[in-house]
């Protein structure tokens, strides 16, 4: 089981970004992947997360609208779509699996960096 996430790197604020969890090892649509962040000296946050089979979704309202979680079964891959970025979005982002949303994630890929600049 891996998961690997990428597609961070440097905006600007208001900018987008979209970041990619590629999996392998399993079928990403049969279990529930989670985005989270951690930011410079900061705890880990979660920000949203996507049901496998019924692939209902729930975003923390911190996100206030503006990210948006979607997967791609035959690439076998999540994506987060970041809109409007602000320089707090800034910090490592990273994907997770669990069985379902209201468990707990099992298994958590490397973390990409995003840093918005003012």
């Known amino acids: 089981v891996q998961l690997q996430a990428s597609g961070g790197g440097l905006v600007r604020a208001g900018g987008s970004l979209r970041l990619s969890c590629t999996a392998s090892g399993f079928t990403l649509a049969n279990y529930a992947i989670g985005w989270f962040r951690q930011a410079p000296g900061k705890g880990r946050e979660g920000l949203v997360c996507m049901n496998g089979k019924s692939g209902t979704v729930n975003y923390v309202d911190s996100i206030d609208g503006r990210f948006t979680i979607s997967r791609d079964n035959a690439k076998n891959t999540a994506y987060l779509q970041m809109n409007r970025l602000k320089p707090e979005d800034t910090a490592v982002y990273y994907c997770?699996?669990?069985?379902?949303?209201?468990?707990?994630?099992?298994?958590w890929g490397s973390g990409t960096l995003v840093t918005v600049s003012s």
């Open positions: 997770a699996r669990s069985e379902i949303c209201a468990y707990d994630y099992t298994d």
